[in-house]
Nanobody
């Protein structure tokens, strides 16, 4: 069955770090672009990061992209052997508190994932003292 499952969220103090995972099943993850989004209560959903597919095609180079709001604090990466995409978050701020979602699409336009077909269930990140 096709699934995207996020994990790794939780409660962390300001300045702390978390590593979120997006584990794929039912398809080969590296054939697709994967994006991370977040949505805080009462706020619009926003793109956080995107990683291009890495299947060897001319338009798939595995490039990474970041929202200007998180650039320098977040790193997206792909482990093809584990069929998993990670989002390493450092120097976390209270305004980073949100539900974080990963999604499968066709390509990244900067940090925004396009042609989204599937979403994970989300994982809660809370940054608080």
């Amino acid at each position: 069955q096709l699934q995207l499952v996020e994990s790794g969220g939780g409660l962390v103090q300001p300045g702390g770090s978390l590593r979120l995972s997006c584990a794929a099943s039912g398809f080969t993850l590296d054939y697709y672009a994967i994006g991370w989004f977040r949505q805080a209560p009462g706020k619009e959903r926003e793109g956080v990061s995107c990683i291009s597919s890495s299947d060897g095609s001319s338009s798939s180079d595995g490039s990474t992209y970041y929202s200007p709001f998180v650039k320098g604090r977040i790193t997206i990466s792909r482990d093809n052997a584990k069929n998993t995409v990670y989002l390493q978050m450092n120097s976390l701020k209270p305004e980073d508190t949100a539900v974080y979602y990963c999604a499968r699409g066709n390509y990244c336009s900067n940090y925004v994932l396009y042609d989204v077909h599937y979403w994970g269930q989300g994982t809660q990140v809370t940054v608080s003292s």
